[in-house]
């Protein structure tokens, strides 16, 4: 360990609590990956590639000159500007502007220190899907709780965890989780007092299924009771690098994070905010984005499907979360990897998000369009 002399070392410190972060141990076969005689391809992060849309570029240069501290409650533009991006593109009717929505400095943050701030700690325990984002599970071990994962209620049994992570369209898998699944989650976790905290941020890119919000007035009734949605501009307006994203939903929740957010000087610069309210004004923007991974995830599918692997879920999101079946149930992950590898393509493996992932890998659509063409010309090679 590194960092303070021995003698000023706590017993125990955060890190010690956290799992290894997953993707130093991509470097062997980043490297495999990056002598291929054509170059690398990586396909195993989720980071955009494409340019910003114009009108945020335009809002973050008009707000480039303010000189002073921005507010963590977002300006009040900023805040009706998102109530009305999620009653137009979701279908959130009735989310208060003043008290309802809280920006973010990106949802991995808040994501991060979400158990902690809702008051989870040892002796607490926070539900995260069997296939999750890693940062769930860092979240709820930073601030000290237990992690339980299961996808169905039925695995939860009697138990009253305190915080339960929802995330449609799934990561990594692009599951899409519907308004009768959800609907159940909500009747659930109120009969216990369980806050959901529902990850949206791919809610814009639901290709089979209808992926609906957890503030969906068909999932809660219009009750935003217990009920927290996280949504994000990185995917959906390419502003990965803006660090721009939301939670909305129980006034109170939400007005006892700004409470404690205020405390702890977590403000998203005043510059990004303006930059939020012109992308959030602009609907057609986000429209040319879905089309655009709709065709890479098409030509991507289909050579992925050539090349004899199955896709499972895909239903939503920025991944194809696919396998290939063989002798003794087919191929580990980290198999898998490499065999991406040898063809310069890097993917990743379904390991990173817990166990049920160990036969899968989560490929990104999140390449230039060039890029997936010529992925999908080594796969059918």
């Known amino acids: 360990m590194t960092g303070l002399p021995p003698q000023y070392r706590p017993r125990t410190t955060p890190a010690g609590r956290l799992p290894a972060f997953p993707w130093d141990s991509l470097a062997d076969a980043k490297a495999k990956a990056a002598a291929h005689e054509?170059?690398?391809i990586d396909l195993s992060?989720?980071?955009?590639?494409?340019?910003?849309?114009?009108s945020a570029r335009a809002g973050l240069a008009a707000g480039s000159?303010?000189?002073?501290?921005?507010?963590?409650?977002?300006?009040?533009?900023?805040?009706?500007?998102?109530?009305?991006?999620?009653?137009?593109r979701h279908g959130v009717a009735g989310l208060s502007a003043d008290r309802g929505v809280l920006p973010v400095v990106g949802t991995k943050e808040a994501i991060a220190w979400l158990p902690f701030l809702l008051g989870a700690g040892e002796g607490h325990t926070v539900v995260i899907p069997e296939l999750a984002y890693p940062t769930y599970e860092v979240g709820a071990r930073l601030a000290g709780a237990?992690?339980?994962?299961?996808d169905s209620l039925t695995?939860?049994?009697?138990?009253?965890?305190?915080?339960?992570?929802?995330?449609s369209p799934g990561n990594p898998s692009g599951r899409v989780l519907g308004v009768d699944h959800l609907?159940?989650?909500?009747?659930?976790?109120?009969?216990?007092?369980?806050?959901?905290?529902?990850?949206?941020?791919?809610?814009?890119?639901?290709?089979?299924?209808?992926?609906?919000?957890?503030?969906?007035p068909r999932v809660c009734g219009g009750d935003?009771?217990?009920?927290?949605?996280?949504?994000?501009?990185s995917k959906i307006a390419n502003m990965a690098s803006y660090r721009a994203g939301w939670l909305c939903g129980d006034e109170s929740l939400v007005q006892e994070l700004l409470a404690l957010r205020r405390q702890a000087g977590l403000m998203v610069p005043g510059p990004v905010q303006a930059a939020m309210v012109a992308s959030l004004d602009d609907d057609r923007s986000a429209e040319v984005q879905r089309a655009r991974y709709g065709r890479r995830r098409a030509v991507l599918r289909g050579a992925l499907e050539g090349a004899?692997?199955?896709?499972?879920?895909?239903?939503?999101?920025?991944?194809?979360?696919?396998?290939?079946?063989?002798?003794?149930?087919?191929?580990?992950?980290?198999?898998?990897?490499?065999?991406?590898?040898?063809?310069?393509i890097l993917v990743a493996p379904g390991e990173f998000y817990g166990p049920k992932g160990v036969r899968h890998v989560r490929i990104g659509l999140t390449a230039s369009d060039e890029a997936i063409d010529v992925a999908a010309g080594r796969l059918r090679a």
């Open 146 to 150: 237990g992690v339980v994962r299961a």
């Open 183 to 216: 609907r159940k989650v909500v009747e659930w976790a109120r009969e216990r007092g369980v806050i959901v905290v529902s990850d949206e941020c791919y809610l814009g890119l639901d290709w089979e299924l209808e992926a609906p919000s957890i503030l969906d």
């Open 38 to 40: 054509d170059g690398l």
């Open 224 to 233: 935003f009771t217990g009920l927290l949605a996280v949504h994000s501009l």
């Open 308 to 344: 004899g692997f199955r896709v499972d879920d895909s239903d939503g999101g920025l991944y194809l979360w696919t396998t290939r079946d063989g002798v003794g149930g087919g191929e580990t992950c980290r198999e898998l990897v490499d065999w991406f590898a040898e063809r310069g």
């Open 155 to 167: 695995q939860l049994g009697p138990s009253r965890p305190t915080l339960m992570y929802v995330n």
């Open 65 to 88: 000159a303010a000189p002073g501290y921005p507010q963590t409650a977002g300006t009040p533009e900023l805040r009706a500007a998102i109530a009305g991006a999620m009653e137009r």
């Open 45 to 54: 992060i989720g980071t955009p590639v494409d340019d910003v849309f114009e």
